[in-house]
């Protein structure tokens, strides 16, 4: 008898994989020396010089956009304080009767999104709100089996909206890679390859176990929003550079109730949402995730002039806080 765990691998993946026997004991986290050897693969995995260079970049795109870096006090700003909506369109990715989703269950998908980046499921309210704008079927067999192989032909075909729409696409992304996501840093790069993939048996009421509360698209969303994974670089700055997220030397598997494996102050944030544990065990966002997801907003997703623009004269250069700085 086997359990099923979650791993750490690219950045943008949630993933399951098969581990150590059940009778085994549990001590709550994947060792590092396994968890590469069990990686499926490793398109978006972030080493630390990217890390490094994606939060320096988000600091450099406040600063030239509001004349600060300092996510606390742009958020104090008035325009930047209401609540954020994104439209969201949902790409119903399926063969024949596999995968075809009916708009109720993707309708489930956003009010558990609206749930979990609301607070509504323990942790903090993010100020993030997503709008179901758009739902759409499509029935081919290749994309349906193959996301990750057909992932450019696929949203060329099906993406809809600008920077500032989310896609979704759901399909059999696999037994062992639940879904990947873009970086907002990442879109300038490649529009249309901006969105997020997931399995579409990972949904509310899904077949996949512990994995079936629709978390993962949480999750991912949290990568698009521009978000890391809590255990981003173990116990090594900057770690996701949210100061209210404590280190973590490796992912959470399953359910642990509480452990601390780095020697910085604070404990293993494991019921966080961009952690790996089961569906069960999530619940939470830090209100340093709120305010980064709305910098990055403001950074990369906003329309140039829109109302997130703020003066910057409201605070210099010299006062900023460096993103990613020491947590």
Same mark, same amino acid.
């Given at each position: 008898m086997v359990t099923v765990c979650a791993v750490p691998t690219a950045a943008g993946e949630r993933t399951r994989v098969r581990a150590a026997p059940s009778g085994a004991e549990d001590d709550g986290c994947v060792h590092r020396s396994n968890a590469r050897a069990a990686r499926p693969r490793d398109r978006a995995d972030l080493g630390r010089d990217q890390v490094v260079g994606m939060l320096? &970049? %988000? @600091? @450099?795109? %406040?600063? &030239?956009?509001f004349g600060t870096s300092d996510e606390r006090r742009l958020d104090a700003s008035r325009r930047m304080a209401r609540n954020l909506v994104v439209p969201v369109r949902f790409h119903v990715v399926h063969s024949g009767r596999s995968g075809l989703l009916p708009k109720r269950a993707v309708q489930w998908q956003i009010s558990t999104l609206n749930a979990a980046y609301g607070g509504k499921k323990g942790g903090v309210d993010t100020r993030v709100r997503f709008r179901l704008a758009g739902y759409d079927r499509t029935d081919n067999a290749a994309w349906f089996h193959a996301p990750e192989r057909y992932e450019r032909p696929m949203k060329k075909r099906l993406r809809k909206g600008g920077r500032g729409t989310l896609n979704v696409y759901t399909a059999a992304v696999g037994s062992d890679v639940l879904g990947f996501s873009t970086f907002p840093q990442w879109y300038k790069r490649d529009p249309r390859m901006d969105g997020v993939v997931i399995d579409f048996r990972s949904l509310p009421g899904g077949s996949y176990g512990p994995f079936s509360r629709g978390y993962t698209a949480v999750h991912e969303i *949290?990568?698009?929003l521009g978000l890391l994974h809590t255990f981003e670089g173990g116990c090594v700055p900057p770690g996701d550079g949210v100061a209210d997220t404590p280190y973590e030397a490796e992912p959470a598997q399953g359910c642990p109730h509480s452990r601390d494996t780095c020697p910085q102050r604070g404990r293993d944030p494991v019921h966080n949402f961009m952690d790996y544990a089961h569906d069960a065990c999530m619940n939470a966002f830090t209100a *340093?995730? *709120?305010r980064r997801v709305r910098a990055a907003w403001a950074a990369y997703r906003a329309g140039r002039h829109g109302r997130h623009r703020v003066d910057p004269g409201t605070a210099g250069a010299a006062g900023a806080r460096s993103v990613g700085a020491a947590r």
């Open positions: 320096a &970049d %988000l @600091r @450099r795109t %406040l600063l &030239d956009r *949290g990568h698009w *340093g995730q *709120g």
